[in-house]
């Protein structure tokens, strides 16, 4: 039985909370492009809410930034106050830069490596990461952006990607808040948030799915690192209704695979396609394996990328 859990930070020693697309950090969304009333964002950004916004400055969004913009949105739409908000924040990024939470994780990254490489020598990627980490904590001005951009919230939603985990949010009647992650298995010492209470639940990677399947989305599905190039053909093929067959292998303990044959028609769409574009956007697959109504075939296996945080 699975049970929602709260979500620890992920550990600055494991080499595995600093994998994943580095481009999750990069700017490009403008408001528009989030769907938020501009009224409203800016309200949020005088209140605030979005401390990873430069004052001042058009407003240059990442990805993490967009799905915060979204649990805010949630929090407006259920009658969450400002308060609660203001408190969540506090919670997720204020304390994060109090505590220097991008410098320490740089430098547990480090060390990681550092000592690693003392046991083996080290792959390329491994030696580059290392280098800009090194070069980052050298540089003041990046070392402030970095700062600004790892966060407790961040950490949050790499579990996503990292585990396959669902993460969110769960707020309670009272105001008091815990973020939360379920997965299959946990922790003995872990205990499981009482739900038992009246709550809002905000899973955030129901805002990941959402992303990935809307087509007017599909411009960004690069540009913010969510898919490599091979998933964004598979997304492409998908739209143009072009897949015959596919194989997945889910990345789970049992490596279980799953054919998924045509339709009637002889093509994949409608629900059986938006499942495969949300295995693509969470990582949750090990192998993939299609062949195109046109002859084309595509075969590629789930490879993280190094963060540069």
Same mark, same amino acid.
Request: charged share 25%.
């Given at each position: 039985?699975?049970?929602?859990?709260?979500?620890?930070?992920?550990?600055?020693?494991?080499?595995?909370?600093?994998?994943?697309?580095?481009?999750?950090?990069?700017?490009?969304?403008?408001?528009?492009?989030?769907?938020?009333?501009?009224?409203?964002?800016?309200?949020?950004?005088?209140?605030?809410?979005?401390?990873?916004?430069?004052?001042?400055?058009?407003?240059?969004?990442?990805?993490?930034?967009?799905?915060?913009?979204?649990?805010?949105?949630?929090?407006?739409?259920?009658?969450?106050?400002?308060?609660?908000?203001?408190?969540?924040?506090? %919670?997720?990024?204020?304390?994060?830069?109090?505590?220097?939470?991008?410098?320490?994780?740089?430098?547990?990254?480090?060390?990681?490596?550092?000592?690693?490489?003392?046991?083996?020598?080290?792959?390329?990627?491994?030696?580059?990461?290392?280098?800009?980490?090194?070069?980052?904590?050298?540089?003041?001005?990046?070392?402030?952006?970095?700062?600004?951009?790892?966060?407790?919230?961040?950490?949050?939603?790499?579990?996503?990607?990292?585990?396959?985990?669902?993460?969110?949010?769960?707020?309670?009647?009272?105001? !008091?808040?815990?973020?939360?992650?379920?997965?299959?298995?946990?922790?003995?010492? !872990?205990?499981?948030?009482?739900?038992?209470?009246?709550?809002?639940?905000?899973?955030?990677?129901?805002?990941?799915?959402?992303?990935?399947?809307?087509?007017?989305?599909?411009?960004?599905?690069?540009?913010?690192?969510?898919?490599?190039?091979?998933?964004?053909?598979?997304?492409?093929?998908?739209?143009?209704?072009?897949?015959?067959?596919?194989?997945?292998?889910?990345?789970?303990?049992?490596?279980?695979?799953?054919?998924?044959?045509?339709?009637?028609?002889?093509?994949?769409?409608? %629900?059986?396609?938006?499942?495969?574009?949300?295995?693509?956007?969470?990582?949750?697959?090990?192998?993939?394996?299609?062949?195109?109504?046109?002859?084309?075939?595509? !075969?590629?296996?789930?490879?993280?990328?190094?963060?540069?945080?």
């Amino acid at each position: 039985m699975i049970k929602i859990y709260p979500a620890y930070h992920a550990n600055p020693l494991s080499l595995n909370s600093a994998m994943n697309n580095g481009k999750l950090l990069e700017g490009v969304f403008s408001v528009k492009d989030t769907g938020i009333d501009s009224k409203i964002f800016h309200s949020w950004k005088i209140a605030g809410l979005l401390s990873t916004v430069e004052k001042g400055k058009w407003a240059q969004l990442s990805f993490i930034d967009y799905l915060w913009l979204r649990s805010l949105e949630c929090m407006r739409k259920f009658g969450c106050s400002l308060k609660t908000m203001l408190a969540l924040h506090e %919670e997720l990024f204020t304390k994060a830069y109090q505590e220097n939470l991008g410098k320490k994780t740089l430098e547990a990254n480090v060390a990681y490596l550092t000592k690693l490489s003392k046991q083996r020598p080290l792959t390329i990627e491994e030696t580059n990461f290392l280098e800009a980490s090194r070069n980052t904590l050298a540089d003041k001005i990046l070392m402030s952006i970095t700062n600004y951009g790892v966060n407790y919230f961040y950490q949050l939603v790499l579990k996503c990607f990292l585990h396959n985990n669902e993460v969110g949010l769960v707020i309670f009647e009272d105001g !008091s808040f815990k973020t939360y992650e379920l997965t299959p298995s946990i922790n003995k010492d !872990s205990q499981a948030i009482d739900l038992s209470m009246p709550h809002l639940l905000i899973p955030i990677s129901y805002f990941i799915k959402q992303f990935i399947v809307a087509e007017e989305k599909e411009r960004f599905l690069n540009t913010t690192g969510l898919l490599n190039d091979q998933e964004y053909e598979v997304v492409k093929q998908l739209r143009n209704k072009n897949i015959k067959k596919i194989t997945i292998t889910f990345n789970d303990a049992t490596h279980k695979i799953e054919k998924i044959e045509p339709e009637s028609t002889g093509i994949i769409k409608g %629900e059986e396609a938006r499942r495969i574009m949300e295995l693509l956007g969470l990582k949750n697959y090990s192998g993939i394996e299609l062949h195109t109504r046109d002859g084309k075939s595509l !075969s590629f296996t789930h490879i993280n990328k190094m963060m540069m945080h």
